[in-house]
């Protein structure tokens, strides 16, 4: 019996519902103290650096003067008209002037035949002058027949030419200059390999050689 009665008791307690708990009041923060506001002292102006301020205001203020005239300057040249400039008409050209006639031409002058020796080493002056035509070319290197009686044979050599201000040659072992002569035949000029003869109008021309020119003279 006794065991049943704890057990109801128990039983009753288990079903009942605690009381809330009560919230206990926060303690209040005390209020901040108000702080004393401390004033800096003014600061004391400098003299020297209040001159230089003031400069440097007047030397702004002066270029911005400047700036405002020079700009006006530029809106007065945008606005001015520009000036036509009238180009200089070209001179005209000068006329070319009109060639000169060309003088005409004089006629050739037939040149002289020249006579060389031949392959044999002859010049035969005698048949030339005795069968030459007038107008007819001569050829140097025809032997032509003619009496021994009617010819003279002379033998030149032309072994060397100096040349210099007055040229010389030597032939025949001679030294001659121009316009002297050699077995009647005038030196007529000097070159610097040859020799230039004339006889009865005929010109001879004898290079240097070592062999000698047999010349046929008509008598």
Do not use: Y
Not at 28 to 56: G, S
Not at 110 to 135: C, Y
Not at 138 to 153: D, G, K, L, S, T
């Amino acid at each position: 019996m006794k065991f049943l009665f704890i057990l109801l008791s128990l039983g009753l307690a288990g079903c009942q519902t605690p009381a809330p708990a009560t919230a206990l009041p926060l303690p209040a923060k005390p209020a901040p103290e108000p702080r004393p506001v401390v004033t800096a002292p003014p600061t004391p102006v400098n003299p020297a650096l209040e001159q230089k301020i003031r400069q440097q205001a007047q030397f702004i203020e002066a270029l911005i003067s400047q700036n405002d005239a020079l700009t006006a300057k530029l809106i007065t040249a945008a606005v001015t008209p520009p000036v036509s400039v009238v180009a200089a008409a070209a001179p005209e050209p000068a006329l070319a002037p009109k060639p000169s006639p060309v003088p005409p031409l004089p006629e050739a002058v037939p040149t002289e035949p020249i006579v060389t020796p031949n392959a044999d080493g002859i010049i035969d002056l005698a048949a030339v002058a005795a069968n030459a035509q007038p107008g007819e070319a001569v050829n140097p290197f025809a032997v032509r027949a003619m009496p021994a009686e009617a010819v003279r044979e002379v033998m030149l050599h032309v072994s060397g030419i100096m040349s210099g201000a007055v040229p010389c040659a030597v032939i025949n072992d001679r030294l001659v200059q121009a316009g002297e002569t050699v077995e009647s035949l005038t030196v007529e000029r000097i070159e610097p390999d040859t020799l230039w003869l004339r006889h009865a109008g005929r010109r001879l021309r004898l290079p240097v050689s070592e062999k000698p020119t047999r010349v046929r003279l008509p008598l």
